[in-house]
Each structure stands twice: as structure tokens, then as C-alpha cells.
């Protein structure tokens, strides 16, 4: 299977292309150019280094969200575009999910998590089930504390792995710094994840669980800053 992935929600976004379960080519943002502008030009740039037209493209895996609602305006219309000129199937993938399965960890919990700017974190928790990394509640986006305070919460004595884009956001907290003197581990996440957001998504497809393209859609978990402008401040979001 040839899949092309693409992570745009937010500065840290990525494309690969992924055949087999091998990784053929990656390319990384790393500056300010807007994703209208660089995504197109980026997915030229890995199928053209990985040999591979995109009509051969068998797959299609593209992270939901959460993040900014540009970078996933972007990264959503153009792959409903390719799925609709090419006749390609679509996974959508959650950024979050891909993080908490982007390491092995064994059983018991996964928090994953990066910057949201104003002082919060997207984030989401995980629990391995029955072999299946599944979500406890919904994604969110929380202040740090909060986070630490609801995992802990939840968890309570269990073993946690802590897996971050972020690390300094989180190494200073005096609660999390508790939970991993008790045993808990805080893993540094490497934020080109298209590659993982691929291996989820073909999961996902060998087993059926393909997106409807009409359906496919972002989850931005925070209001725009329209929608903050004119109605106040959220607080998290559960």
C-alpha cells in the first residue's frame, strides 16, 4: 500500500510518503510560509523523491486536528480535492492519537499533548484496552495544571506515560514532577508526524474504517478568535 500523509494543524506540520509500512519520503515545515503556499509544492517534493505520481497513491491520511484553523482548512480541502479528482479512499487521524501511539508503552496510560499558545495545551488521554489504544473522554484544550489534575484524576495510581511535542510546558509542574517520582515517564514526542499519522490511517484502512470525504471535517476543539472576540473566553473544553 502507498499512502501520502499530511499534517498540517499547526507550525510543526509534515507530508510523507509511506509504502508498505516503510517511510520513502518526508519533508518537514520548518518556517512561516503559510500552508496555502507550501503544501502543494511539499507533496510534489516527496513524490517526486519517492518515485511514486500521485495517481498511485492508494491512500489518503490527514490529521483532523486538533490546531489552528488555517493550517487545517488547508491540509482538509485539498485532500477532499485529490480524493474526489483521484477517486482515493481518506483516513482522518487525530494528531493526538497519533502522538499516543507514535511510542510503545506498554499498558496502562497515555497523555499526549502540545502547545495551544495562551497558556494551554491540546491534549488528549489514552488507555491501552484488550491490545487497542483507546481515548478516555474527549480531546481538549487545558491549561497545564489542569491537565496534570485531570490524568491524575483518572489514573491515580497507574502508571502514566507523559508523551509531549513540549517538554518544557511540563517539566516544571510540581504535580507532574510528583507522579513521575512515583514512576510515571515524560517522553519527548519528535513533531514531523505524518509518518505516524500514515501507519494509524492504514491501520484503520485494512480494517474498513474508511472517512466519508463529505464527512471528514476538522476538530479545532477551540473557537476562532472571532468567535472568542465576540463571545468571551472559553474555559477548557471536555
Avoid at 518537514?28 to 495517481?55: C, F, M, N, R
Avoid at 497519533?98 to 495562551?118: I, K, L, N, Q
Avoid at 474527549?138 to 485531570?150: K, Q, T
Avoid at 491501520?203 to 474508511?210: D, H, M, Q, S, V
Amino acid at each position: 500500500m502507498i499512502t501520502l500523509a499530511i499534517d498540517t494543524c499547526e507550525a510543526r506540520g509534515s507530508v510523507a510518503v509511506r509504502r508498505d509500512g516503510a517511510v520513502l519520503a518526508l519533508k518537514k515545515h520548518e518556517d512561516s510560509t503559510d500552508y496555502s503556499a507550501w503544501l502543494l509544492p511539499a507533496v510534489d517534493e516527496v513524490l517526486a523523491k519517492a518515485g511514486i505520481p500521485l495517481q498511485a497513491v492508494d491512500l489518503l491520511a490527514v490529521a483532523t486536528g486538533p490546531g489552528s484553523f488555517t493550517g487545517l482548512r488547508v491540509g482538509l480541502t485539498t485532500v477532499k480535492a485529490w480524493a474526489e479528482v483521484y477517486g482515493k479512499p481518506i483516513v482522518g487521524v487525530s494528531r493526538l492519537e497519533a502522538m499516543a501511539r507514535s511510542r510503545e508503552t506498554g499498558p496502562g496510560f497515555v497523555a499526549a499533548c502540545y502547545d495551544a499558545h495562551r497558556g494551554q495545551l491540546f491534549a488528549g488521554v489514552y488507555r491501552c484496552l484488550n491490545g487497542r489504544r483507546e481515548r478516555v473522554g474527549e480531546e481538549l484544550v487545558i491549561s497545564p495544571e489542569e491537565f496534570v489534575e485531570l490524568v491524575d484524576a483518572e489514573a491515580g495510581e497507574e502508571k502514566v506515560s507523559w508523551v509531549t511535542l513540549d517538554s518544557e510546558l511540563m517539566s516544571n509542574l510540581d504535580s507532574l514532577k510528583q507522579r513521575l517520582a512515583h514512576g510515571d515517564s515524560l517522553c519527548g514526542c519528535a513533531p514531523e508526524l505524518a509518518s505516524a499519522i500514515g501507519a494509524l490511517a492504514e491501520e484503520r484502512a485494512a480494517k474498513g474504517e474508511l472517512t466519508d470525504p463529505l464527512a471528514l471535517d476538522a476538530n479545532y476543539v477551540r473557537r476562532s478568535d472571532a468567535e472568542i472576540f465576540w463571545k468571551g473566553p472559553p474555559t477548557h473544553v471536555r
